[in-house]
Nanobody, 115 residues
Framework: QVHLVESGGGLVQAGESLRLSCAASGIIFSIYPMGWYRQAPGKQRELVARITSARITNYADSVKGRFTISRDNAKNTVYLQMNSLKPEDTGVYYC?????????WGQGTQVTVSS
């Protein structure tokens, strides 16, 4: 059974930092592209950052230069370092593992940025 468990969310002030973690089990983690998505109230879920098995990364334009995605295959964990947080970064952040027809999601972790 596949599990993706996010942690690290919380309430911070604008300009501060958070690091999210997503621990995976039940998959061959090293071969899976991993992504972080977020969903703000009343909005659709959107891609924040993604990292391939070859560690190629891509980011939403709104977070480029502020967020960094990384992975530790030895720990089956993907991270999202979020710096210079803004109120518009507020939302539930979800971890995703997607490879061909296999698509898995975590339960999400809340990030709230106050102004």
């Amino acid at each position: 059974q596949v599990h993706l468990v996010e942690s690290g969310g919380g309430l911070v002030q604008a300009g501060e930092s958070l690091r999210l973690s997503c621990a995976a089990s039940g998959i061959i983690f090293s071969i899976y592209p991993m992504g972080w998505y977020r969903q703000a109230p009343g909005k659709q879920r959107e891609l924040v950052a993604r990292i391939t098995s070859a560690r190629i990364t891509n980011y939403a334009d709104s977070v480029k230069g502020r967020f960094t995605i990384s992975r530790d295959n030895a720990k089956n964990t993907v991270y999202l370092q979020m710096n210079s947080l803004k109120p518009e970064d507020t939302g539930v952040y979800y971890c995703n593992a997607n490879l061909r027809q296999n698509d898995y999601w975590g339960q999400g972790t809340q990030v709230t940025v106050s102004s």
